[in-house]
């Protein structure tokens, strides 16, 4: 069974407006949440994680993401989307110690 | 500054060859994954060292055979691959099993 799921493979938004990608899991017990963001040719770099405590969680690069347990949800945001935000991100879990990450979801931003 | 790194950064080889991947870890960490990332496919974990102990090793084909000589090195030995194995391949570490895992960034081994 799947741990974590992106439902949207591929968005774009334009320049300055809101973003919000999505993430659930399954996963009983309270989980390790993470965001990641992949360039294109580069390793995965951490944008924010949630262990505990409180629900809305500051990353870097101006990110944001909330835990909802009540919808097994973990959805990132941004405000302002820059150009240089055109990413792959992913969501990942830690489950029997170890990371199982989404499938990922495309940004393009439109200048 | 990632503190993983990985070399070679691009590879091209014959199914017949041998080759060696390296990553390097100047984060103290405890343990170590490779992982394999195809394009439109999750990102697969490979191999977790954890104390230079191999603890999981996900049905991964025998023509992958890891190495870890000790807590900030680890190998990724290849031969007789498969066009199939064309993919990038990631190094991460993390201080312990659990916690965030930091990532170098990957080699990109084109298999011909």
């Known amino acids: 069974a799947q741990s974590v799921t992106q439902p949207d493979i591929h968005i774009t938004v334009s320049e300055g407006a809101s973003l919000e990608l999505r993430c659930n899991y399954s996963y009983g017990a309270t989980p390790y949440l993470f965001w990641y963001v992949q360039s294109p040719g580069q390793g995965l770099q951490l944008l924010l994680k949630y262990f505990s405590g409180d629900t809305l969680v500051q990353g870097i690069k101006g990110f944001e993401a909330e835990f909802k347990r009540s919808q097994s949800s973990f959805n990132l945001r941004k405000p302002s989307v820059h150009w240089s935000d055109a990413a792959e991100y992913f969501c990942?879990?830690?489950?029997?110690?170890?990371?199982?990450f989404g499938a990922g979801t495309r940004l393009t931003v439109k200048p | 500054e990632t503190g993983v790194t990985q070399t070679p950064r691009h590879l091209v080889m014959g199914m017949t060859n041998k080759k060696s991947l390296k990553c390097e870890q100047h984060l103290g960490h405890n343990a170590m994954y490779w992982y394999k990332q195809s394009a439109k496919k999750p990102l697969e974990l490979m191999f977790v060292y954890s104390l230079e102990e191999r603890v999981e090793n996900n049905s991964v084909p025998s023509r992958f055979s890891p190495e870890c000589p000790n807590s900030s090195h680890l190998f990724l030995h290849l031969h007789t691959l498969q066009p199939e194995d064309s993919a990038l391949y990631l190094c991460?570490?993390?201080?312990?099993?659990?916690?965030?895992?930091?990532f170098g960034p990957g080699t990109r081994l084109t298999v011909l």
């Open positions: 991460a570490s993390t201080v312990s099993r659990g916690n965030e895992q930091f």
């Open positions: 990942a879990v830690v489950e029997l110690n170890d990371m199982r």
